[in-house]
């Protein structure tokens, strides 16, 4: 069975940081793409970050560029989203979720439960 399992949400002011973990089990892990999407209450699911397969190529949706960063270790089936200068519109559930082609929030194959991230002004 393919698991993905969120961690590190939590409540934090805005300008402070916090890094989320994504732990995959049951999939050989570094044959897929990461990605870190996001959904706010009344709002749709959007895709934040994304990591290739073999940890070098990345991108980022225009909100978070250069406030989060994504990383893998392939070798601990882990991905990281790290995320500073968090600002209030930063609210929602954060989902990981893996692919073999690419991060997309309507086809990927596997999903994570998701960590919830708040914001205070």
């Known amino acids: 069975e393919v698991q993905l399992v969120e961690s590190g949400g939590g409540l934090v002011q805005a300008g402070g940081s916090l890094r989320l973990s994504c732990v995959a089990s049951?999939?050989?892990?570094?044959?897929?793409?990461i990605g870190w999407f996001r959904q706010a209450p009344g709002k749709e699911r959007e895709g934040v970050a994304c990591?290739?397969?073999?940890?070098?190529?990345?991108r980022y949706a225009d909100a978070v560029k250069g406030r989060f960063t994504i990383s893998r270790d392939n070798a601990k089936n882990t991905v990281w989203l790290q995320m500073n200068s968090l600002k209030p519109a930063d609210t929602a559930v954060y989902y990981c979720?893996?692919?073999?082609?690419?991060?997309?929030?309507?086809?990927?194959?596997?999903w994570g439960r998701g960590t919830q991230v708040t914001v205070s002004s």
């Open positions: 979720a893996a692919d073999l082609v690419d991060c997309d929030v309507r086809a990927s194959e596997y």
């Open positions: 049951g999939l050989t892990f570094d044959d897929y793409v």
């Open positions: 990591i290739s397969s073999n940890e070098i190529s990345t």
